[in-house]
């Protein structure tokens, strides 16, 4: 009995050896596709690689392919080496020497940690190679997009500018509007500042006519004055005048 179970936990450790040589053997296959297929855009550079003027040995649609299969069947190896730890535990529990034990649950947590090792790179290099197939996706659809404009028709390309130069023309157009307003509204504060001190000087000059009365009585009696020594300077000057004219035609 005890032969018995011995050689079925050797069967089960020769199972799971197989197992972990196969997944390393795709793992390290599946590392190199991801790699090839980031050189292979990088290389390509400016240009679409699904639109290039030549047919690459290892095109992105078989790459795709290619990394679909080996996905399933790295998946389908986990899944097969994780049942067989599961059957390596379940003998480990039902072992009829309980001093080998210690040693059988060593040499599973061994496996367990190789098959959590290999499933966490799987998983890793499965997203880096989507990542890079969606960056690579998406910067032919703005290389696609960029070509498809730059290769538009002439007419477009002359209505757009005659666009741009209506613009300019209009942006020009508002900028001297503005200068012209501006210099509207500076004129019109410079008038008003001069009114402003016009009507200052006439309120002081009544201020200090009405502060002063005597001098305001003053200069107005000397104006009548003057006013009436004209009027008879010119009555003298008239009366004169007509005596002579008569005295010369007598």
Known sequence: M??????????LRKQARQLENELDLKLVSFSKL??????SGSRDGGRDRYSSGTTPLLNGSSQDRMFETMAI?????????????DKMAEYTHSAGVP??????MHT???????????????HKTKANFTAIRERENL?????????????????????????????DHLRNSDRLIEETISIAMATKENMTSQRGMLKSIHSKMNTLANRFPAVNSLIQRINLRKRRDS?????????CTILLLLYAFH
Do not use: P
């Open 34 to 39: 991801c790699t090839s297929y980031s050189h």
């Open 108 to 122: 599973l947590q061994r496996h367990r940690d190789i098959l959590q090792d290999y499933t966490h790179e799987f």
């Open 73 to 85: 069947e790295i998946e389908q190896l986990l899944a097969r080496l994780t049942g067989v730890n």
């Open 231 to 239: 009027l008879i300077l010119g009555g003298v000057i008239g009366i």
């Open 2 to 11: 005890a032969a018995g179970t011995s050689n079925y936990w050797e069967d």
């Open 139 to 167: 910067m032919g659809s703005v290389r696609k997009d960029i070509e498809s404009y730059k290769s538009g028709s002439g007419v477009n390309n002359r209505r757009t500018e005659l666009f741009l130069k209506e613009h």
């Open 99 to 104: 001093s080998l034990n210690a040693a059988l």
